[in-house]
């Protein structure tokens, strides 16, 4: 039987349709929110304006695009959350309108769910036989803006948290340092980018200490800006004359915080299917690290495509499609949750 689904993301400051039909996705827009950049961050109220513009041009686009028509579509799938609460009741309420009008099924998604089943899409032009998923028990590493999670997953629909950050998360310790340098928004991007110039061990950051598989980075951003503050006591010119260093350091430092406990969690389970999802997987010395470190520890390793681990509704989609599967359907009194 074939099923489409219509996916919805406005969790953060991207408005996101997608078209998947079975697991392949058809389309998948995205519309980025330039309006924050002034600010150094996303601003909620403007986030949500911004959905509000958006959301009906992106999908429309992604049913053009996805060649279909309305009615071919079997369910709508949306961002319950976690999120911004102004920003989730945009594609809340879309979703509602769409379900009523198309006389179609509403499926609620948690965004966390969705970032780590974009492993199961199929992107499109693909052979279905050349794609590798995940093979249950695996170990997924959650890192986005507001998460990092080390997580045990069982099934789709089974999973078990068994490390995760006691504060910060690495996405925020990124976008944090990048704005320490002055860098503009969002920070975690313009390391990479600045990174790949710089010399990863020109500065060293020390690691927390924090007890099992849990993670902590409000200790080192706190520490990169007490060390440029005592910098900058010296040379006004610090930052300006040390970014790529500075960038290439602390990514260096994040990546390595991150690793090490993931290398913990494949002993201690045994487990060695291990995947990264997540905005802060498309950091490409994470990609490459956890690369060499598969190869150190003989994992096999997944990792999203770059369009798949930052914020998209092709995740809302597949996620969708596996609740559809369930008949797992959403009740139209549902609200949207800032926390899940
Ligand atoms: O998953 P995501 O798109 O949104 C949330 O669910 O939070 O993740 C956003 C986070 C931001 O902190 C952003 O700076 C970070 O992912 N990020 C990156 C890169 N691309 C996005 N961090 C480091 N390197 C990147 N290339
Ligand atoms: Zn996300």
């Given at each position: ?17 997608a ?37 009906i ?8 695009k ?41 499926i ?89 110039q ?21 200790g ?25 260093d ?34 802060v997987?498309?950091?490409?010395a ?34 969708g ?15 949207p949750?800032?926390?899940?």
């Amino acid at each position: 039987m074939s099923v489409v689904i219509l996916g919805i993301e406005s969790s953060c400051d991207d408005t996101s349709a997608a078209i998947i039909r079975n697991r392949v996705e058809l389309s998948n827009v995205i519309a980025n929110q330039d309006v924050h950049r002034a600010y150094g961050g996303v601003v909620p109220e403007l986030a949500s304006r911004a959905h509000q513009q958006n959301i009906i041009p992106v999908v429309d686009y992604a049913i053009k695009k996805a060649g279909i028509k309305k009615h071919d579509i079997d369910a709508i799938a949306f961002t319950r959350g976690p999120g911004l609460l102004g920003s989730l009741l945009v594609g809340t309420s879309f979703a509602k309108g769409f379900a009523i009008m198309n006389q179609i099924p509403l499926i609620e998604v948690n965004h966390l769910h969705a970032h780590i089943l974009s492993h199961f899409i199929i992107p499109k032009d693909t052979n279905p036989a050349e794609i590798h998923h995940p093979e249950f028990p695996f170990i997924c590493l959650l890192v986005s803006g507001g998460h990092t999670q080390i997580i045990v997953i069982h099934d789709y629909f089974e999973m078990e948290v068994i490390g995760q950050t006691i504060d910060d998360a690495a996405g925020e310790a990124f976008d944090k340092c990048a704005k320490i340098m002055g860098l503009p928004y969002p920070g975690g991007p313009m390391i990479d980018k600045l990174a790949k110039q710089g010399d990863a061990t020109k500065y060293e950051f020390t690691r927390p200490s924090i007890k099992d598989l849990d993670y902590s980075f409000s200790g080192l951003k706190t520490a990169f800006l007490y060390f440029i503050r005592d910098e900058l006591k010296q040379n006004p010119d610090f930052i300006q004359q040390n970014t790529p260093d500075l960038c290439a350091s602390i990514q260096h430092t994040i990546v390595d915080i991150l690793l090490h406990k993931l290398v913990l969690a494949a002993q201690e389970t045994g487990i060695r299917e291990i995947a990264l999802a997540g905005g802060v997987s498309a950091n490409s010395a994470l990609r490459k690290t956890f690369t060499e470190t598969a190869k150190e520890n003989n994992w096999n390793i997944y990792i999203p495509p770059l369009r798949y681990s930052t914020d998209n509704a092709a995740m809302i989609a597949i996620t969708g499609y596996y609740k559809y599967q369930k008949q797992d359907f959403t009740d139209f009194n549902i609200v949207p949750k800032a926390r899940m």
